[in-house]
């Protein structure tokens, strides 16, 4: 599952919670409570993993949707691409969805998405 950087990691309601705050291309953080165990360490750096509901590579930009509602009432956010990591250190490659008249479209990456060339 992929992961979005944390700007910080504070203490959360219990032992085991943190607070993490995740910042959008705008500035703007939402904070989400989570178990400690959920999140990613890679050196200094703390990721909270993250489902990708689209990928704009003109804008190098990423909508990723939280595990569950953020304190600050967010499901959804914008990113930074680089601001993520991702399973096995391997970003994907275009995603394809086919329209219902069989062409395809680049860049939708919901369910029905499949990886690979258009054309």
């Known amino acids: 599952m992929p992961g979005v950087l944390c700007e910080s990691v504070g ?7 943190r607070a993490v705050t995740v910042r959008d291309v705008r500035g ?14 890679r050196g200094d750096k703390t990721y909270l993993p993250v489902g990708v509901c689209f990928i704009d590579k003109e804008r190098n930009v990423v909508l ?35 329209q219902v008249d069989g062409t395809p479209e680049q860049g939708y990456t919901g369910q029905f998405a499949t990886q690979g060339p258009v054309g």
Do not use: C, Q, Y
């Not at 203490?11 to 919670?17: A, F, H, Y």
């Not at 703007?28 to 360490?41: A, C, D, R, S």
């Open 28 to 41: 703007h953080g939402e904070v989400i409570l989570v178990e400690n165990g959920f999140l990613t360490v």
């Open 64 to 98: 990723v949707e939280f595990p569950h509602e953020a304190i600050t009432g967010g499901n959804r956010l914008w990113v930074r691409s680089a601001d993520l990591i991702w399973p096995n250190g391997v970003k994907p490659g275009p995603l394809i969805f086919e």
């Open 11 to 17: 203490p959360g309601m219990r032992p085991s919670e």
